[in-house]
């Protein structure tokens, strides 16, 4: 006691006035309220064969979807966390919302969610899906159009392909500010490959929120937006201000006859990996092959879903927020899921960026 009593009143002041702005600043800093996380799903069929780049699409955990093109905020006790993502045949409309259980896993109910998927069974849930929340959009007689045969890439992705996560936090008036946005912009098909791709829409929409947080690479992807780019632009974005609570998860690819989905790739990486243009560029331009060697150690090295927590249905059935479900938790390597048959043999087909 006598101790304290000789630190001075001096001392006692300064200590006063450190604890008083310690408690200001947690009390007066914006709070957490919810999430944003960019989704980016691995390439699978005969595209993704060709073109290993995933599909990328953004998840906000604390809004709705208003059927599959607006936002709104949700209703008390309501499910939350909607999925917003473009696609390239999805007749005149640009993007579509999906409630995130039926993006991952084509129903609401996790009891309904498929332990192995076939493509008969997956197909089942998604007919379901469409009939229920797609009819305006594809009606009967249209889900095996040309101009429209991207909608059920908006259901069950978890039994087509494995997902990787990249979130961070939000706050209220980010939300609002960007269901504002979401709903009063044009829904006009706008895909392109080279420029307006699912990338270059998940990119603009993480700038929403974040202004600046996505760029393009004129390293590892030449300049194209790819879906990989992006999830290494949020989590640099997430390391740079540990504010916003940076969390990576997965979520894996349900089990099933489907064929594994595989690893995502930058554009360098993809002309490196990828043997039917390798073989062919090391015969007529070996200067190629070349320069993405270099690129790619140069700026392409980048390990996607290092250190995830693996979730599965349950940690999406929620009222307030993406719940911590982890079935494992670990530093190990993220393309560790053999792979298997030719996606010929399933049935599925796919026409562009995925």
């Known amino acids: 006691?006598?101790?304290?009593?000789?630190?001075?009143?001096?001392?006692?002041?300064?200590?006063?006035?450190?604890?008083?702005?310690?408690?200001?600043?947690?009390?007066?800093?914006?709070?957490?309220?919810?999430?944003?996380?960019?989704?980016?799903?691995?390439?699978?069929?005969?595209?993704?064969?060709?073109?290993?780049?995933?599909?990328?699409?953004i998840y906000i955990d604390h809004l709705c979807a208003d059927g599959p093109l607006k936002l709104r905020t949700c209703r008390p006790g309501e499910p939350e966390g909607v999925v917003v993502a473009r696609y390239h045949q999805l007749g005149q409309y640009d993007w579509l919302a999906s409630p995130v259980m039926e993006f991952l896993y084509a129903t609401d109910d996790p009891s309904k969610v498929l332990?192995?998927?076939?493509?008969?069974?997956?197909w089942d849930l998604r007919e379901i899906y469409r009939r229920r929340y797609l009819e305006r959009i594809v009606p009967d007689g249209a889900e095996y159009d040309n101009a429209t045969n991207e909608w059920w890439e908006s259901a069950g992705t978890a039994y087509t392909r494995r997902i990787w996560g990249y979130q961070l936090a939000t706050t209220p008036e980010q939300d609002r500010r960007f269901m504002n946005i979401m709903n009063e912009r044009s829904n006009h098909h706008a895909y392109r490959l080279k420029n307006s791709n699912c990338a270059d829409f998940a990119a603009d929409m993480m700038n929403i929120y974040f202004p600046g947080s996505v760029r393009r690479d004129h390293i590892a992807d030449f300049g194209w937006m790819t879906p990989k780019t992006v999830a290494r632009c949020v989590q640099a974005y997430g390391l740079a201000h540990p504010e916003l609570d940076l969390r990576v998860f997965e979520v894996p690819q349900v089990p099933g006859s489907l064929r594994r989905s595989r690893p995502v790739r930058f554009a360098t990486e993809a002309g490196l990996t990828t043997k039917r243009y390798l073989a062919t560029l090391l015969v007529i331009q070996p200067e190629v092959p070349a320069v993405c060697l270099v690129l790619y150690l140069k700026h392409g090295r980048w390990q996607i879903g290092k250190g995830?927590?693996?979730?599965?249905?349950?940690?999406?059935?929620?009222?307030?927020?993406?719940?911590?479900?982890?079935?494992?938790?670990?530093?190990?390597?993220?393309?560790?899921?053999?792979?298997?048959?030719?996606n010929s043999a399933d049935g599925i087909t796919t026409t562009q960026n995925h």
């Not at 310690?22 to 390439?43: H, M, T």
């Not at 332990?115 to 997956?122: E, G, R």
């Not at 929620?318 to 030719?342: F, M």
């Open 115 to 122: 332990s192995y998927a076939t493509i008969d069974n997956s």
């Open 308 to 342: 995830a927590e693996v979730m599965d249905a349950e940690a999406f059935v929620h009222t307030d927020g993406l719940q911590p479900n982890t079935v494992e938790a670990a530093n190990r390597k993220p393309e560790s899921i053999p792979l298997s048959a030719e």
């Open 1 to 57: 006691m006598l101790r304290l009593r000789q630190l001075g009143f001096g001392f006692w002041v300064r200590f006063a006035v450190a604890i008083f702005l310690a408690v200001s600043c947690v009390f007066s800093a914006p709070q957490a309220y919810a999430s944003v996380a960019v989704l980016v799903g691995e390439p699978f069929g005969n595209f993704g064969t060709m073109m290993p780049v995933g599909h990328t699409a």
